[in-house]
């Protein structure tokens, strides 16, 4: 069916770690997949993408990496800072003309100064 | 520049009353998405418009449920007769890439039925 999920709730973290949010996925037939950063009150907010012929991209401070032998994508933050807490999204696209994102639940990563 | 702006931000409406959620896309932008996130929930597809192309509705939950984009701009979310479970954030989001890649969302419609 369709789903695409995360594998904690909660993460957290001491500023200056790294950060990794995990995320699985159902569809293989997906050829797209977007993390987004979501604040309190606030719209989601573009973070990274990565097409289904990648298995790394990199950003500024953030890295995703994308595993299609077991449907599983995953989204490395450098030094988290403080201003990385939110709510972290993956979201994938089913391909073709569609627009349909589905999103996974969210996982709140929490940054201890 | 300017990104998503929706309207109201904020709407409290009694139930069986009808509503509109407004969005203005980034200038440009063909592809325009809306999405309802209940409370703590990801984000559920309602319906996408590209261009001039017939909307995919397939994920509108209800015939109650409508939208519009006129002038392949600003689009209207219509709820009619407007139910408890109906409360949730509406976002829009656009895209100048048709299939659903590099979505901007704004900053979201918080509805409340009472």
């Known amino acids: 069916g369709e789903s695409v999920g995360l594998h904690l709730p909660t993460l957290s973290v001491q500023e200056g770690d790294n950060s990794i949010i995990n995320c699985a996925y159902s569809?293989?037939?997906?050829?797209?997949f977007i993390w987004y950063k979501q604040e309190s009150g606030k719209g989601p907010q573009f973070i990274i993408d990565i097409r289904s012929n990648m298995d790394k991209r990199q950003g500024q401070r953030v890295t995703v990496l994308l595993n299609k032998t077991v449907k599983h994508l995953s989204l490395q933050i450098a030094a988290t800072q403080p201003g990385d807490s939110a709510v972290y999204f993956c979201a994938e696209n089913f391909g073709g003309n569609t627009g349909k994102l589905i999103f996974g639940q969210g996982t709140t990563l929490q940054v201890k100064p | 520049g300017a990104g998503v702006s929706q309207s109201p931000s904020n709407k409290v409406t009694e139930k069986g009353k009808d509503v509109e959620l407004r969005c203005d896309p980034i200038s440009g932008h063909t592809a325009l998405y809306w999405y309802r996130q209940s409370l703590g929930q990801g984000l559920e597809f309602l319906i996408y418009?590209?261009?001039?192309?017939?909307?995919?509705k397939s994920g509108l939950p209800s015939d109650r449920f409508s939208a519009e984009r006129t002038g392949g701009s600003v689009s209207t979310l219509t709820i009619q007769r407007t139910q408890q479970e109906d409360s949730a954030v509406y976002l829009c989001?656009?895209?100048?890439?048709?299939?659903?890649?590099?979505?901007?969302f704004g900053p979201g419609t918080r509805l409340t039925v009472t």
């Open positions: 418009f590209q261009g001039n192309s017939a909307p995919d």
């Open positions: 989001a656009s895209s100048s890439t048709p299939g659903g890649y590099e979505q901007y």
């Open positions: 569809n293989s037939a997906s050829d797209y």
